[in-house]
């Protein structure tokens, strides 16, 4: 089973622009669908996006057009691109791998949009 660490939060201000990765160990990380999700203070963990094996993707109503998820099979990596970010995006932002039925997390990272 893999495991997941995330990296790339912190603070920026509306409008600008942020990358996160989630680096995963194991060597079965390309048959994994992985996933981004976030949890806004006293907030429900909410779904951001998802990438499949495949490469398919699917994305939340509030970060469709702004952010994108992206894979590299050969770095066990998984990215989102964040852009035009709002205060409102502020959350801890979670990397979720599942695969045949199991789901693991990583620890999370601090997103942050303020002036």
């Known amino acids: 089973q893999v495991q997941l660490v995330e990296s790339g939060g912190g603070l920026v201000q509306p409008g600008g622009s942020l990358r996160l990765s989630c680096a995963a160990s194991?060597?079965?990380?390309?048959?994994?669908?992985m996933g981004w999700y976030r949890q806004a203070p006293g907030k429900q963990r909410d779904f951001v996006a998802i990438?499949?094996?495949?490469?398919?993707?699917n994305y939340g109503d509030s970060v469709k057009g702004r952010f994108t998820i992206s894979r590299d099979n050969a770095k066990n990596t998984v990215y989102l691109q964040m852009n035009s970010l709002k205060p409102e995006d502020t959350a801890v932002y979670y990397c979720?791998?599942?695969?045949?039925?199991?789901?693991?997390w990583g620890q999370g990272t601090q997103v942050t949009v303020s002036s």
């Open positions: 979720q791998g599942y695969r045949l039925g199991y789901f693991v």
């Open positions: 990438i499949t094996s495949g490469g398919s993707t």
């Open positions: 194991g060597s079965i990380f390309s048959e994994y669908r």
